[in-house]
């Protein structure tokens, strides 16, 4: 069974850091794309960061480059997302997903495997 499971999500205050994991079963990550997607009401789904598999090459979207930073854990086969300096606008609910395709570009439709989401709310 294919599975996606994140974490990290809370409350957080303009101008905190959180650190989303993806814990991955059923795949392992060094031989799929892993990449974060999120989601916030009335908007649609945007693809945040990647990573690709065995060299781990990482792409970021431009509204969160400099701000967020994926990265790998091979050994816990496990998918993070550092997320500094948040904004009210980076609240969403953010997915963790796995594709054992190319997927060089952040298009969901390239992905097969999902988490259910974390929820990242970034308030005063």
């Known amino acids: 069974q294919l599975q996606c499971v994140e974490s990290g999500g809370a409350l957080v205050q303009p101008g905190g850091s959180l650190r989303l994991s993806c814990l991955a079963s059923?795949?392992?990550?060094?031989?799929?794309?892993s990449a974060w997607f999120r989601q916030a009401p009335g908007k649609l789904r945007e693809g945040v960061s990647r990573?690709?598999?065995?060299?781990?090459?990482?792409y970021c979207a431009d509204s969160v480059k400099g701000q967020f930073t994926i990265g790998r854990n091979n050994d816990k086969n496990t998918v993070f997302l550092q997320m500094n300096n948040l904004e009210p606008d980076d609240t969403a609910l953010y997915y963790c997903?796995?594709?054992?395709?190319?997927?060089?570009?952040?298009?969901?439709?390239?992905?097969?495997?999902w988490g259910q989401g974390t929820q990242v709310t970034v308030s005063a």
């Open positions: 997903a796995a594709s054992p395709f190319t997927a060089d570009v952040l298009d969901p439709a390239l992905y097969q495997t």
């Open positions: 059923g795949v392992t990550l060094i031989n799929y794309y």
């Open positions: 990573i690709s598999g065995l060299v781990g090459s990482t």
